[in-house]
């Protein structure tokens, strides 16, 4: 029997089971589970690449949806990006996703660079791009040709901002990484542990070249300062995951910026609960769902037993999230423990779903 039917089956049975008191605790979680698939929920940071059979189903029965988000990166063959396979994803299944597209600064020293931009973008929107994703390239990789890093606030970039105020698209904005880039990788319990143990290109203590966290996040804050009526969501709770007070004195100063969540719950759980939840409760508004889940294997070169596997993990991940926000379970993300938020029905329907809505004008 399916999952999901084995949980309705034990919550319609619930009253009459004769349960024990562990078997009572498992039964509530399930009724928990029940209660989130009843909420509309938007993944507002996705990387699923490419279409998967169990895609329609699993979707509906989560209540969810999810934007797609691209992402470029330079290498020696040029910009590579997933753009088209994000578009294909998208045609397939429409009822289920959106697309963001990206920016990035290779090229910006070409007098053309803005004007060739813009007209990209407006092909990618009029292609059904709802947002554009700009990500760590800038402040961290991409360097102009006087070999200066290119921050976020370059004024080269400027015409592209402007573009995109007057045609209403929002950024997503990737900008920086975890304070912990920029620290001693000595602490397996460190949440980012793993990312910067197997991407060691990001771990900006080890490679003195890249600019500190400071520069990065206060050229981010000059951008958003700059552009006023530019509507931004700072991907990753804004590189600021490790405090929620540095979060909140940010989102106090720019009315036009919002946070998302993805990749970002292990650095939550690893601050006290109450204080978060505190934080949820007064930026209820301004907190987007988000988790960077994704995939980027076609389904035709992965066994039938992997996809189901992937399947199930998936299902996993998600509940552990839902569960962290919406339950006072004991949960473990990323190494590090805590119990949930136990967030109200009114603040969790915003996170999960009404305020990408608003956001992105859905």
Known sequence: MKNGMLILVCVMF?????????????????????????????????????????????FKKHNMQAMLVDVAKADSSG??????????????????FWLCSSLIGVGIDNPNFAKDNIARLRREIDSGARMVKVWKNFGMVTKDESGKFIQIDDSRLQP??????????????????????????????????????????????????????????????????????????????????????MIAERLDKFPNMYVETA????????QDSKKVKAFFEKYQDRILFGTDFGNDTMQKDVSANDIEAEKEDLEESYQTLWKYLGTTDSISIRGQSNVGLELPESILTKVYYQNAIDFLAL
């Open 79 to 96: 910009i590579d990006r997933s753009w088209d396979e994000y578009v294909e994803n998208a045609k397939l299944h429409p009822e289920i």
């Open 263 to 270: 990749a970002r719950f292990g650095d939550m759980a690893g």
């Open 14 to 58: 619930l009253s009459g089971c004769g349960f024990t008191s562990q078997e009572k605790s498992t039964a509530s979680k399930m009724a928990d589970i029940v209660a989130t698939d009843s909420l509309k929920k938007i993944d507002v940071h996705a990387h699923y690449r490419y279409s998967r059979d169990y895609f329609p189903e699993f």
């Open 160 to 245: 592209i901002w402007d573009f995109l105020k007057e045609e209403e698209i929002p950024v997503m904005a990737h900008i920086g990484e975890p304070v912990q880039a920029w620290r001693p990788l000595d602490d397996p319990n460190n949440p980012h542990y793993g990312y910067y143990s197997e991407h060691p290109e990001y771990h900006a203590y080890k490679l003195p070249d890249i600019p500190s966290y400071e520069t990065i996040i206060t050229a981010r804050d000059r951008w958003i300062e700059k552009n006023p009526d530019l509507k931004i969501l700072c991907a990753h709770f804004g590189s600021m995951s490790h405090d929620v007070d």
